[in-house]
């Protein structure tokens, strides 16, 4: 009798230390600085919930600030914005959202100590709210080293105070793809990304504020771009995905493939509100009659079009990270918050991120290995 109450006491101790505390990742960091700009890298591991409060253990004083600003800007430039209201906007949206991001959003709440409806209000922002980007995909022929380049400049505000804590977020999954997400501190969407098979995603908004309350009955591509870098191999992967699945507002999305010998990229245009749902451009289109000119083995749409179509004729079959670095300020809008490239065949990134009074195309490119974290 003595030693089955021993055993049981054993069993009962056991599962109470398994269940005190979440498995909590492992996780590397370190600050990478160009000139008077800096970015840290973050590489976690494990499940989803488990990445997630690594990161909000991490990054817990930062993610408050950032989220508390983030939240009263937009309050205050938009009157009809309330938490309430976002939080409506993300139980509307959360059958379209992928489970492991709420399960790592989860496991920040738990990490950080922030409230979860915190959280996920933060995260409906981009739902509700209209904004514009440029985008650009070049390769083969146009550039100087057959590598696949891409630039993603999210033109937004820096009144919101993101730029305080930019970060580039590698995730080792215990299931799926490692990858990189270019985000900030407590944000977990991404508005882009690269894989460790090459897939590299960007996006140029197009909703206008005239078409506001937007559906909610959809993927957002921001929740859609960590499900992709999760999973998607291959371009046709992403593909498949975008072709497939119910969007919602106007976006055009930049999408490609940079794996050697296979360096390819395809433009979409997402049109919820249409009959059509979406158009699809791949390189030299004479259908895609929305830019002043079409290339070989590159597609754009930027907030300046004509500079850009001007500059890719310059310097055609001259492109890489340089060239695509002075590309992206000329066609950087007033509000730039962060600027990438890409070069995704090498697993490459350089960023630029805006400061307290310059804009991210007025800063110094960081550079950034990829292949370094991915093999940590």
Known sequence: MKKYNLLLLLLFAFGLFNCQSPKQSKIYSEIIQEGNSKIEVVVVKGTPYEMGFSLGKHFKTQAKQTLQSYLNTAFKE????????????????????DIRIQNEMKGFSDGSGIDLKTLQAAHALPFVSPYACSGVDVWGKATSDSCLYQIRNLDYSIDAGLQKFPLVVIYKPDKGISHANITFAGLLTSHTGINEESIVLGEKGESPSKEMPYPLNGKHFMTMFRSLLYDAKSLQDVENEIEQSHMIKRFYLFVADGKKNYEKAVKYLISSPDSIKWHKWTDNDSTDVYVPKVFKDVTYYTMKNDVAADFIKENYGK????????LSRRVAAKSNLIDVVYNATNLELWVACASEKQRASEREYIHVDLKKYFKK
Not at 78 to 97: D, F, H
Not at 319 to 326: P, Q, S, Y
């Open 78 to 97: 938009e009157k009809s914005l309330s938490l309430n209201y976002l939080m409506e906007a993300w139980n509307k949206n959360l059958p379209y959202i």
């Open 319 to 326: 492109f890489d990270d340089k060239k695509m670095a002075e």
